[in-house]
């Protein structure tokens, strides 16, 4: 159990610290004086951008950890983690079940989190691997350590109605279309793939009702569609989040500028859309002003590529045949006229 540390703990705090081994994995080796601890504690324990707690098993005190806010140069807030099990308690599990914890707590939750550990400190870098943490860089002889969650966009578009009514995503209807045929829930379905592959992932579903805006349900939207559909194949709820007010590709690709600007999403982000899509996302992205924000922080990742690596005997021959037809051919084409209209400056932007 976590508590917060109080002036009471001063004496054991004192003693944690000046451990040998302590010591020799905090940047500071030097052995700390008492009266230097508890000025440390004095202000730790008043300053708002710090939180010590101490950690208990079974009642006892078995270590301490605490959480510093930051925020560093690009203007993003960071949290950073510190621990120390007590010395007779090491070796047993509690480091795993503090870090677990201290993880677990409402101020983290979706915040960008750091942990500066040496690189000769296995229990640490072991610790921190379990809990999804991994290597950013090294500074100063240690290793910066990130949880970074990995967040997976989707960007929805196309919708029909299916013949019990319900609302669904895209999967070749509509073949005679203007603008060819759209394979929509293939990103649904590849986006729960990836999922199960890393439960930890957050889950954005992009889109609000978009040209169908006339013909759909009031507060039916994209976003929703799909979110309905992921819970279907087992994604948590908890880990998909709605961003239903963009009506096009390049507000949703806006909208996703937004979040990372507001520290909503961060590190290592992926849009998943069909490959047929992808080249004109990534020219969206080269030639408009979300550049600045977007080039370089986004994986485009095609959810026919995903299908084909992890469901294969379900998706092969569907994406291999709609692949042949003059629908699909059709699409191709007209994305390709997109493509070549964004690099003329000729696109029109919503
Ligand atoms: C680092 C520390 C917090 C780990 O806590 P702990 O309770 O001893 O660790 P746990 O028992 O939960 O073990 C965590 C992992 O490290 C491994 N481990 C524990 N002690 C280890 C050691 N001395 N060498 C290598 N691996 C070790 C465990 O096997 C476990 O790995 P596993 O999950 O793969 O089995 C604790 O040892 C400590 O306080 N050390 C001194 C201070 C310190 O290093 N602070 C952190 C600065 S970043």
Same mark, same amino acid.
């Given at each position: 159990m976590l508590r917060k540390a109080t002036k009471e703990d001063g004496q054991r705090l004192f003693e944690w610290r000046n451990d040998p081994k302590t010591r020799q994995q905090s940047l500071n080796t030097a052995p700390v004086e008492q009266a230097e601890h508890e000025r440390w504690l004095t202000k730790s324990l008043a300053n708002p951008n710090r939180t010590l707690f101490i950690f208990e098993e079974n009642g006892t005190p078995a270590g301490t950890c605490r959480i510093d806010r930051e925020v560093e140069k690009d203007g993003r807030e960071v949290f950073e983690l510190s621990w120390t099990i007590a010395p007779e308690q090491r070796g047993k599990g509690l480091g795993k079940k503090m870090l677990g914890e201290l993880l677990a707590l409402e101020t983290l939750r979706g915040k960008l989190v750091k942990a500066v550990i040496k690189s000769d400190n296995l229990a640490s870098v072991k610790m921190v691997e379990k809990f999804g943490f991994h290597f950013d860089r090294d500074e100063k002889e240690t290793g910066i350590w990130l949880l970074q969650k990995k967040t997976i966009v989707i960007l929805g578009g196309g919708l029909f109605k299916d013949s019990d009514g319900r609302w669904r995503t895209t999967? @070749?209807? /509509?073949?005679? @279309?203007h603008f060819g045929v759209l394979n929509d829930r293939l990103r649904v379905v590849a986006c729960a793939e990836l999922w199960k592959e890393n439960k930890n992932s957050q889950i954005i579903s992009s889109g609000g009702q978009g040209k169908l805006k006339n013909i759909l349900? %009031? @507060?039916?939207t994209s976003s929703k569609v799909i979110k309905d559909e992921l819970l279907e194949l087992g %994604?948590?709820?908890? /880990?998909i989040t709605e961003? /239903?007010?963009?009506?096009t590709t390049f507000e949703q690709l806006r909208a996703i500028k937004e979040m990372i600007e507001n520290g909503k999403i961060f590190g290592n982000i992926h849009i998943i859309s069909n490959n047929y899509h992808l080249p004109r996302i990534q020219a969206m992205i080269e030639h408009s002003d979300i550049s600045a924000v977007l080039s370089g922080k986004i994986n485009l990742v095609g959810a026919e590529d995903v299908l084909l690596r992890l469901l294969p005997d379900q998706w092969k021959e569907f994406i291999e045949q709609s692949k042949k037809s003059e629908a699909m051919k059709k699409r191709v084409e007209s994305e390709k006229k997109g493509v070549e209209q964004i690099k003329n400056g000729l696109y029109k932007f919503a």
């Open positions: 999967l @070749g209807e /509509n073949q005679s @279309g349900p %009031v @507060g039916l %994604v948590s709820a908890k /880990n961003e /239903n007010k963009s009506g």
